[in-house]
């Protein structure tokens, strides 16, 4: 309502030199100022209703109806030998195996795609409900020098729902969130 200004207090909405009002009167001053703004975010929000119901429409499908499959692209992830913006959104047409539920369905995918599916036991969730990948183990060390410190890294190898990965890592962080790395074997 404010365009993230600061509020105004009602000693500022007068102009200078005109009368000041005190009690009720500027309570209802106030109370009316507040109303315009409500109905015209509600007049705001019927419009952007409107536009957004206009391109919005029920999709329901039946087995056996051939579908697009949208893929969301992954940043770093090169899929169907594109990369980035030129990457296609939607893959297929497939073929609707069955229905799970009112927005999911089971889609007779090529071996290719199959590959990629991952077991939900595979897949470990943290409380923000964010992927969380696993540290397998230290597969090599060296130093970085910058002017005045020299920091260490660790070669780290982490699993995560896409495979298998390997990073630079510093040292002193890794062991704080992963000391089972470090125990000597």
Known sequence: MLYGRKCRTPSCWLEPGKKQF???????????????AKEALKVARDRQK?????????????????????????????RFGKRGKLSPRFIGPFKVLERVNQQAYKLDLPPELEISVIPLEDISIDPKKKMVDEPVEILGRKQKKLRRKVIDLVLI??????GESLTWETEAVMRDRYPHLFVAK
């Open 22 to 36: 005190v009690g009720p009167e500027i309570v209802q001053i106030t109370a009316n100022k507040v109303n315009i």
């Open 157 to 162: 190898k982490w699993r995560h729902n896409k």
């Open 50 to 78: 409107t536009y957004a119901d206009q391109k919005r429409r029920p999709m329901e499908f039946k087995v056996g109806d051939m579908v697009m499959l949208k893929v969301s692209p992954w940043k770093g992830i090169i």
